[in-house]
């Protein structure tokens, strides 16, 4: 006879009770007894407000009735032949396993080891069924005898029933009544699986009802639980996203959104089981139409959002999509926080192409080409003498490049000792040699992970470490000191140095192989001197406030004489040490520093060139004219020239003046002025006369 039938109709995808039309379940037992009900309440307990449950008797089933359910559960095999005639569909027959609740599995246990048990029930395939069961779960400490109301068994003194103690005979001392058996978590899982449930609600009733039972098949209650509190996991992780992260399935059916989805497009209700295209708006719709969007902007209700869209494969067959939206504000304040963190570690570039200051056409050619180099991870080789801007370069193609908001890691190969540059650039381990920490060290490849390591003076570089260097090149790996694991890197490598790399290849101080490796993209800066129209500029540019400064004329011509060995470092000096020393609104000679003005300058050269013209000695009288006319602050012609000269009983042409004065201001001793402003003598031609009239006193 059959103890019980459920049926159930069509499933309610979503977890909002109470808004789809709800399944059916109908429960069908002998006659309307203890049974049904306990049945039925235990449906309720995992399906309340997902299904409507009915009853059915076969002692009240008339011929003519059929049931047109989705699920059908009977409690043994035996009864499907029975209810045959009455269900439309077979394969929504299920059978009901049973088991018992935890808490009463105990009472067994306790009983003695070998005693013999009497289990009684309301019939004897429903007593072997309790048998089977209790032997199923793991009771072999005692006997059990199926109860039969013919015999007496006056020899046992303890009994098991599963709720009915009105049939265990009097004469039995200790009766264990171990309650209705319970619908096995298995069944409840067969039942959501052919409904296709999907329900957090049913997922957290269903685990604690799991809690308090004994599951038949062994494993399934920690398996269960084990992939409950990862899903459970799951969504705790996809909802502490920032990014509002959403699955479909192929036809835009939702099945999944997180909190962050929720804020984004300001959602006030369940959209599971909707569409995508009831939900977002049209432009957005069309987009994630497409098989794949990758970190496509678009501007969204008065806001700017960045759209990802990927298929999601399972062994090789599409199932569904993964879309994750995130806003630019928030990835702004990301990449800020990522700034901060690495200013606040010293890896950052400061400056980029707008920092150079120049009016110099070659400056402006290696911009261009440094915002070309830029666009590349290749590695790049910023040659050029000391001082004249290649870390400025270097940290500009960075703040240029994708790499812009990862680290930037600058080293100088020289300033390093040799014993420890090894150790900067590739770490080690704990303990990896004497005065090493303890907790080991990351080397700067490993913290320009992502970003650009700057090797500066890599000239100064030993031979040892070039070959690992080269490998670091090659491989993209580093491997620590004391370390046997090799550690992959993803850098932009850019070196400097103001030597001559390929004189050192020819004297084996340089890898010719690394050379190759690092001269990939070559950029060279010239030195100060050949880009003289920027000397003034970049003077009064790093005298700061002071730049409006008036220079005299004295001073430019210093400036633009100089050769400025030190290049840019050295003219960022000079400024400094004016903005000191100068109280007034004009710089003089008096306010630089005292190697620019060195009277003891060797004028050899000019001094050769004047004999070579058979000048010399009217080169130096013209000189002196000059000089003292510009005492007078007043420039001289060649007639006036040429007038002093007479008064002192020297007779020279007016060409041959114009010739001499020519001369002199090719050597730049004089400055030739058109029209009135007449020639008047340069700082040079003053220190040659003073450099004249100390070799005649020697």
Same mark, same amino acid.
């Given at each position: 006879?059959?103890?019980c039938?459920?049926?159930?109709?069509? %499933?309610?995808?979503?977890d909002? /009770?109470? #808004? +789809?039309?709800? !399944?059916s379940?109908g429960i069908? *037992?002998n $006659?309307?007894?203890?049974v049904?009900?306990?049945l039925?309440?235990?449906?309720e307990?995992?399906?309340k407000?997902?299904?409507a449950?009915?009853?059915y008797?076969?002692?009240?089933?008339?011929s003519?009735?059929k049931?047109?359910?989705d699920v059908i559960?009977?409690?043994?095999?035996?009864?499907?032949?029975e209810?045959?005639?009455?269900?439309k569909?077979?394969?929504?027959?299920i059978?009901?396993?049973r088991t018992?609740k935890?808490?009463?599995?105990?009472?067994?246990?306790?009983i %003695?080891?070998g005693?013999?048990a /009497?289990v #009684? +029930?309301?019939? !004897?395939s429903?007593?072997?069924? *309790?048998? $089977?069961?209790?032997y199923?779960i793991?009771?072999n400490?005692?006997?059990?005898?199926?109860?039969?109301?013919?015999?007496?068994?006056?020899?046992?003194?303890?009994?098991?029933?599963p709720?009915?103690?009105?049939?265990?005979p009097k004469y039995?001392e200790?009766?264990?009544?171990?309650?209705n058996?319970?619908?096995?978590i298995?069944t409840?899982i067969?039942?959501s699986?052919?409904?296709?449930?999907k329900?957090?609600?049913i997922?957290t009733?269903l685990?604690k009802?799991s809690?308090?039972?004994?599951?038949?098949d062994?494993?399934i209650k920690?398996?269960? !639980?084990?992939?409950?509190?990862?899903n459970?996991?799951?969504?705790?992780?996809?909802?502490?996203?920032?990014e509002g992260?959403m699955f479909?399935?192929?036809?835009g059916k939702?099945?999944?959104?997180?909190?962050?989805?929720?804020?984004?497009?300001?959602?006030?209700?369940?959209?599971?089981?909707?569409?995508?295209?009831?939900?977002?708006d049209?432009?957005l719709?069309?987009?994630?139409?497409?098989?794949?969007v990758?970190?496509?902007?678009?501007e969204?209700?008065?806001?700017?959002?960045?759209?990802?869209?990927?298929?999601?494969n399972?062994?090789g067959?599409?199932?569904?999509?993964?879309?994750?939206i995130?806003e630019v504000t928030?990835?702004?304040?990301?990449a800020?926080?990522?700034?901060?963190?690495y200013?606040?570690?010293?890896?950052i570039?400061r400056?980029d192409f707008?920092?150079?200051?120049?009016n110099?056409?070659?400056?402006k050619e290696?911009?261009k080409?440094g915002n070309?180099?830029a666009?590349s991870?290749?590695?790049?080789?910023i040659?050029?003498?000391?001082?004249t801007g290649?870390?400025?370069?270097?940290?500009s193609?960075?703040n240029a490049?994708?790499?812009k908001?990862?680290?930037f890691?600058a080293?100088?190969?020289a300033?390093?000792?040799?014993?420890?540059?090894?150790?900067?650039?590739f770490?080690y381990?704990s303990g990896?040699f004497?005065?090493?920490r303890?907790?080991g060290k990351?080397?700067?490849?490993?913290?320009?992970?992502m970003g650009?390591?700057f090797l500066?003076?890599?000239?100064d570089m030993p031979l040892?470490?070039?070959?690992r260097?080269?490998?670091?090149?090659?491989?993209k790996?580093?491997m620590?000191?004391?370390?046997?694991?090799l550690?992959?890197?993803?850098?932009?490598?850019?070196?400097?140095?103001n030597?001559n790399?390929?004189?050192?290849?020819?004297k084996?101080q340089?890898?010719?192989d690394l050379?190759?490796?690092?001269?990939?993209?070559p950029i060279?800066?010239?030195?100060?001197?050949?880009?003289?129209?920027?000397?003034?500029?970049?003077?009064?540019?790093?005298?700061?406030r002071?730049?409006?400064?008036?220079l005299?004329?004295?001073?430019?011509?210093?400036f633009m004489?100089?050769?400025w060995p030190?290049?840019i470092?050295?003219?960022?000096?000079v400024?400094s040490y004016?903005k000191?020393?100068?109280?007034?609104e004009e710089?003089?000679?008096?306010d630089?520093?005292?190697?620019l003005?060195?009277?003891?300058?060797?004028?050899?050269?000019?001094?050769?060139?004047?004999?070579?013209?058979?000048c010399?000695?009217?080169?130096v009288?013209i000189?002196?004219?000059?000089?003292?006319q510009?005492?007078l602050?007043s420039?001289?012609?060649?007639k006036?020239?040429?007038?002093?000269?007479e008064?002192?009983n020297i007779r020279?042409?007016e060409a041959e003046?114009?010739r001499?004065?020519?001369?002199l201001?090719?050597?730049?001793l004089?400055?030739?002025?058109?029209?009135?402003?007449g020639?008047?003598i340069?700082?040079?031609g003053d220190?040659?006369l003073?450099?004249m009239?100390n070799?005649?006193?020697?």
């Amino acid at each position: 006879m059959v103890d019980c039938l459920i049926f159930l109709g069509t %499933p309610n995808m979503g977890d909002s /009770l109470g #808004v +789809n039309i709800l !399944k059916s379940i109908g429960i069908v *037992t002998n $006659s309307n007894s203890l049974v049904a009900e306990f049945l039925k309440s235990s449906i309720e307990n995992i399906y309340k407000g997902f299904v409507a449950i009915n009853n059915y008797y076969l002692n009240e089933l008339k011929s003519t009735d059929k049931i047109d359910d989705d699920v059908i559960l009977i409690m043994n095999h035996e009864i499907a032949i029975e209810i045959e005639r009455y269900v439309k569909n077979k394969k929504n027959i299920i059978v009901i396993e049973r088991t018992i609740k935890e808490n009463e599995v105990y009472k067994i246990f306790n009983i %003695p080891q070998g005693t013999k048990a /009497l289990v #009684v +029930n309301n019939a !004897k395939s429903a007593t072997l069924e *309790t048998i $089977s069961l209790l032997y199923r779960i793991g009771v072999n400490n005692i006997t059990l005898i199926p109860y039969d109301e013919n015999q007496t068994y006056e020899n046992i003194k303890f009994a098991i029933t599963p709720g009915e103690s009105s049939r265990v005979p009097k004469y039995i001392e200790k009766v264990i009544d171990i309650g209705n058996r319970c619908i096995d978590i298995s069944t409840f899982i067969n039942i959501s699986n052919k409904l296709m449930f999907k329900s957090r609600v049913i997922d957290t009733r269903l685990f604690k009802y799991s809690e308090k039972i004994v599951n038949l098949d062994i494993g399934i209650k920690d398996k269960y !639980k084990e992939l409950y509190i990862k899903n459970e996991d799951l969504n705790a992780v996809l909802n502490m996203s920032k990014e509002g992260i959403m699955f479909t399935d192929l036809d835009g059916k939702i099945s999944f959104y997180n909190n962050a989805f929720e804020r984004l497009f300001n959602i006030r209700e369940n959209i599971k089981c909707k569409n995508i295209k009831n939900v977002l708006d049209k432009n957005l719709v069309c987009l994630l139409g497409k098989n794949s969007v990758k970190d496509e902007l678009i501007e969204y209700r008065d806001k700017f959002i960045v759209v990802n869209k990927e298929i999601v494969n399972y062994y090789g067959e599409k199932k569904g999509c993964y879309i994750s939206i995130s806003e630019v504000t928030y990835l702004e304040q990301l990449a800020k926080k990522l700034t901060l963190k690495y200013s606040n570690k010293g890896l950052i570039a400061r400056y980029d192409f707008n920092s150079i200051k120049t009016n110099s056409n070659s400056i402006k050619e290696c911009i261009k080409l440094g915002n070309k180099v830029a666009k590349s991870d290749l590695t790049v080789l910023i040659t050029g003498e000391s001082g004249t801007g290649k870390e400025l370069f270097a940290q500009s193609i960075h703040n240029a490049s994708l790499r812009k908001n990862r680290p930037f890691v600058a080293i100088n190969c020289a300033a390093v000792p040799e014993s420890l540059l090894e150790s900067e650039l590739f770490g080690y381990e704990s303990g990896a040699f004497t005065g090493a920490r303890k907790e080991g060290k990351v080397g700067l490849f490993e913290q320009a992970n992502m970003g650009t390591i700057f090797l500066d003076e890599i000239g100064d570089m030993p031979l040892t470490l070039q070959a690992r260097l080269l490998r670091v090149l090659q491989e993209k790996q580093v491997m620590r000191i004391g370390s046997d694991g090799l550690i992959n890197i993803d850098i932009r490598v850019i070196s400097a140095t103001n030597k001559n790399l390929l004189q050192m290849i020819e004297k084996g101080q340089f890898r010719k192989d690394l050379f190759y490796r690092i001269n990939v993209l070559p950029i060279n800066i010239p030195p100060v001197r050949e880009r003289k129209e920027d000397i003034i500029s970049l003077i009064k540019y790093f005298m700061g406030r002071k730049r409006n400064i008036r220079l005299s004329d004295e001073v430019i011509e210093i400036f633009m004489n100089y050769s400025w060995p030190g290049n840019i470092r050295e003219i960022q000096n000079v400024a400094s040490y004016i903005k000191i020393m100068n109280d007034e609104e004009e710089v003089k000679a008096r306010d630089l520093p005292y190697y620019l003005v060195d009277y003891n300058i060797d004028f050899d050269k000019e001094i050769t060139y004047l004999k070579s013209k058979n000048c010399i000695l009217n080169s130096v009288l013209i000189l002196k004219i000059i000089k003292e006319q510009g005492i007078l602050k007043s420039g001289i012609g060649r007639k006036s020239i040429k007038k002093i000269m007479e008064a002192k009983n020297i007779r020279l042409s007016e060409a041959e003046i114009r010739r001499i004065m020519s001369i002199l201001n090719k050597l730049s001793l004089i400055l030739c002025n058109l029209g009135r402003g007449g020639s008047k003598i340069t700082t040079k031609g003053d220190n040659f006369l003073k450099w004249m009239e100390n070799r005649t006193k020697l």
